[in-house]
């Protein structure tokens, strides 16, 4: 377990996701917002759509909220999002890929450089970083939908490239470009994943010590605070006495 995994789970262990909901649930209604504006209003006919939804339902975000969300894409005075990435480095030479969605360019490219720049770390250009991550798809399921043989069995049927089982549940690595299909062939074997959607994956992590890694911590912290923001990967990696004690 590595880079954004590792965070999430430290997270996740602090307890943070109650903290930061309702946050969470404007950024799930801006992604829902942007898809069903960029295609049709309806999910059985919208990919980008129904995946955002099935991932607002995975973090229990009410369905009045969802609603809200898909009917403001037809209005008027909607705001037009754009899609941006940024690309940096951290503290101990991590890379760090953040991907926004802003009505604002000036203002978000402000912010991010301003929380690259007070955690020591720098802003680079577009591709500066992405190169040594895959673009790929990443499907969740829960523990209980069966144990790692019989996901692992699923998943290769499905035309899935890799499965990492743990005791928090299933997650399924596949090529971005079939993550739909693969996605719709799971559901037949294993019911409805947890969540779907198109991740930065490092091809080699870089080890930090725990000064480096609480720094790490606050930096991916400030990025994931900003309303802009949506998602934020890194390619480092923390020994699991490290993440214990980060995660006291």
Not at 119 to 140: M, W
Not at 155 to 182: K, Y
Not at 197 to 203: E, G, P, V
Request: proline content about 2%; overall charge negative.
């Amino acid at each position: 377990m590595a880079g954004h995994s590792q965070f999430k789970n430290i997270m996740h262990r602090k307890g943070r996701q109650d903290s930061v909901r309702s946050k969470m649930f404007s950024k799930l209604a801006r992604e829902i917002t942007v898809a069903a504006k960029t295609g049709l209003p309806d999910p059985t006919m919208n990919a980008r759509l129904r995946l955002a939804i099935q991932n607002a339902k995975a973090q229990s975000m009410p369905k009045d909220n969802i609603d809200r969300a898909i009917k403001k894409a037809a209005g008027a005075d909607t705001e037009n999002y754009d899609e941006v990435r940024y690309e940096g480095y951290g503290p101990g030479g991590t890379a760090i890929i953040v991907e926004a969605l802003t009505d604002n360019r000036n203002r978000t490219a402000s912010n991010v450089r301003s929380i690259f720049t007070k955690a020591g770390g720098a802003l680079g250009e577009t591709g500066s970083v992405s190169f040594s991550f895959d673009h790929v798809g990443e499907i969740t399921y829960k523990p209980e939908v069966g144990d790692a043989d019989k996901v692992m069995e699923a998943a290769i049927e499905a035309g899935a490239d890799d499965v990492e089982s743990d005791e928090e549940g299933h997650t399924i690595i596949c090529g971005f470009e079939a993550m739909n299909e693969v996605a719709k062939a799971l559901e037949a074997t294993l019911g409805e994943a947890e969540t779907v959607k198109a991740i930065w994956r490092a091809q080699n992590n870089v080890p930090v010590d725990e000064e480096k890694a609480q720094s790490l911590m606050k930096l991916i912290d400030s990025l994931e605070d900003d309303d802009d923001v949506q998602n934020v990967y890194s390619n480092f990696d923390v020994s699991e006495e490290i993440l214990a004690k980060l995660s006291a």
